[in-house]
Every structure is written in structure tokens, then in C-alpha cells.
């Protein structure tokens, strides 16, 4: 009889070690994890973005100054080591008007960048009635470009200004107009480019600065915020979806534009304390949204273990049933 017991020690064993083999059947599958910031980011706009006026930037490399764009790259690369490659792509073009960076996207010359984006920071519009008004007020009023805040004839005279205003004020009307219709198909064209969350900033106004003559101050204030009103107005679809989160730069920078431009050179753009407001104004818009990156991991593949278990059941039970079948024969022997 004793062979017959192990017989049985055999069959508990089978089926035990079948068992345990299933439970360590594991397969490889394919997930997302979610992040706080983008895996790929990408910048599109004007000479903001760029980094124009910081150290070490050129017209053809934006990645070499400490522009806002730059300052986040470094940041989500850090965040991201260990968990998926982090990927910066900067091709806003200094001195790009909206017409020309609809252009850029119409003619094809960004998908590769917006392709497989996370999210798309964008800044345009400035160059579109800006400079328009710098020319003005160094053309028209005299202003100083060589710094400080006094005229080339040391005064000014404010009826000739308001007169010159009114012929600016048509110029800048038209250029606003143009922006709109700019600015709207800018989005759709990212849209149909992209899956990416996409991110619009509102100018500043860095004329702020030269408050001893109020009616220019007011006077920009009304354009830009025009531009402004435009960015905020398409944040949202006629059918109550979002079309991008508008990034609230011009309130970061108000009553602030003397210290964190160069306007006092005559110069609109930020400096490297208003690159760094302005990283963390994205920063936290950017943050206000969820990012997911591929990933794989290890899971108990339960179709190999319901069939090995299955399989050490039934070797257990036909040892079981031939021991029981030569049991009686013995007995009937």
C-alpha cells in the first residue's frame, strides 16, 4: 500500500506545484501614468518666447538664454527623470507678426513640432501693434532710445502728441482687426495639428512706464487690451468647450513693467527677472492640467494561471482516479 500513498503525495504535489507556477505567470502590457507637467511642451509666438534681449540669445538658437521656455524645459526634465524623456521645442521667430506665424502653421512648417505635444504655450500679438507704437513714440513725440524717460528737444508739446494720436489710433484699429481674424484661425490650425492642451498668454503693457504722460499710458492700455479681450473671449467654444487656458501674464507684469522689461532702453521686452514671472505664471497654468506618458509594467496574466491550475487539477484528479482503480482491484484480489 505504501506505493499507493505516493502515489497520492504525488498527485498533491503535482497539482501544488501547478499552482504555484501559475501564480508566478506574469505578462508585459502597455499603460499610461499620469504627471503633473508635460512630457512634451512646445512654444510658438513671437520674441517673448524666443528669449530676445537675454544672454546668450541669437536669432537662430533658442535654447542657449535663460528665457522663460528654457527655465521650464529645465524644470519638467528634472521632474520627469526616471519616469519618461522630457522634450522642449521652441520655434517662436523674433519679430513674427500673427499673420506670419499663421503662415508658419498653414504652410506646414511646425507639424513636426506640435506633433505628439503635451502642451503649446503661445505668445503673439505684440509685434502686431507694439511696434506700431514704440515707432510712434520715437518717430512722432520724440521719445529717447537711447534710455532714461526724458525727449530728444527735452520737452514735448501735448497738442501736437494728440493730434499724431489720432492718425495711430486708425493704424492701430486696423492691425486689431486683422489680429481677430488671425488669432482665430491660429487656434483651429493648432487644433487640427494637435491633441495638445494649448496655452495663450495676454500682453502686457510695457508703456506703463512713462506715467508723466497718462494719456499715452491709456492710450496703449485700450489696444492691448483689445488683444487682451480677443485672447479671453475664444478661451471657451461657442458649444461651452475649452479651447485653451489663457495664461494672465499682463496681470503679473502690472505696475511692475519698469523692473521687469527693458522699457527704460526703449526696448519692450522682458528681462531676466520678467523671464522668470513669467515661467511661473505658466508654470501654473501649465499645472492646472493632467499629462500622461507610456509606460509598461508586470501583471499576473490570469488566462495562464486559470489554465494551469486547471491543468495541475486535472493531473491531480487522474492520479487520484487510477490510484482509487487499482485500490479496489487489489481489494477484490
Known sequence: MKHIFKRIAAAVLAGAFALSAAGCMTKTVEVERETDVPPKITFLGDSIPAGYGLEGYSDDDNYSCM???NILKAEYSEELDGKCTAEMVNVAVTGDTSAQLLEHLES???DEALKDSDAVVISIGGNDILEIFLNFLGNDLGLNPDGGDGWKDGSINLFTAAEALGGLSDKMDAALTDYNDNFTEIISQIHGKTSARLFV??????FEYYDKLQFLVDFADEKIGIINQTITDNAVTEDGLENYTVVDVAASFKGRCGDLTTIKNFDIHPNAEGHKVIAEVVDK?????TYFYPDTEEVTDKTAVAAAAAGGVLCAAIIVTVTAVIIRRKKKS
Not at 498668454?201 to 510695457?206: G, V
Not at 497654468?285 to 492640467?289: Q, T
Request: no cysteine; charged share 20%; proline share 6%.
Open 108 to 110: 506646414g512648417e511646425f
Open 67 to 69: 528665457s522663460y521656455s
Open 285 to 289: 497654468a501649465v499645472r492646472s492640467k
Open 201 to 206: 498668454q495676454t500682453l502686457y503693457n510695457p
